[in-house]
């Protein structure tokens, strides 16, 4: 029988996350990601939003090497399974390929807001949103 825990991460912060949806009692992590928080210089009003999502969801948070809390939260929950939504991120691949080298990940497909094949600069809301609105309100 598969044991699981749910990584919640900013491309899905909400209790639509099919992960949350699929394990509904699983145990929850968040991870602040200082390095892509310094990287991407996120605003205090930004972490602020962020916080305020998490604090809608059953969800433990960490700070630190995200890869390295996601495998040390599995191993406190006696877990055999990652289990998390998809994200866009280049960096999103390279911390489940860290995670699978300890334990199965599983990520689950994310309905799009919206269809788009091109570039978004996805590190500030209102450049998206710019991108965005021309599809939704057409």
Same mark, same amino acid.
């Given at each position: ?6 990584? /919640? ?15 509904? &009692? +699983?145990? +929850?992590?968040?991870?602040? &990601? =200082?390095?892509?928080?310094? =990287?991407?210089?996120?605003?205090? @009003? %930004?972490?602020?939003? /962020?916080? =305020? ?8 948070i960490r700070r630190g090497n995200v890869a390295q809390e996601i495998v !040390?939260? +599995? @191993? ?8 998390? +939504?998809? !994200?866009?991120?280049?960096?999103? &691949? ?6 699978? %080298? !300890?334990? @199965? ?15 978004? &600069?996805? @590190? %500030? ?12 309100f057409e």
């Open positions: 029988m598969t044991k699981p825990i749910i990584w /919640i991460h900013g491309d899905c912060l909400s209790p639509n996350n099919p992960a949350l949806q699929e394990y509904p &009692d +699983a145990p +929850a992590i968040w991870v602040w &990601d =200082e390095a892509l928080i310094e =990287e991407w210089q996120l605003s205090l @009003k %930004r972490i602020t939003f /962020i916080y =305020e999502c998490l604090l809608e969801l059953p969800v433990e !040390s939260f +599995a @191993k406190e929950n006696n877990a055999d399974l990652v289990v998390t +939504a998809d !994200s866009p991120s280049p960096r999103f &691949d390279n911390i489940c390929d860290e995670i699978e %080298r !300890s334990i @199965k990940v599983e990520v689950f497909e994310v309905e799009p807001f919206f269809e788009y094949d091109g570039y978004i &600069d996805l @590190k %500030r809301f209102s450049r998206y949103w710019k991108v965005a609105e021309k599809y939704l």
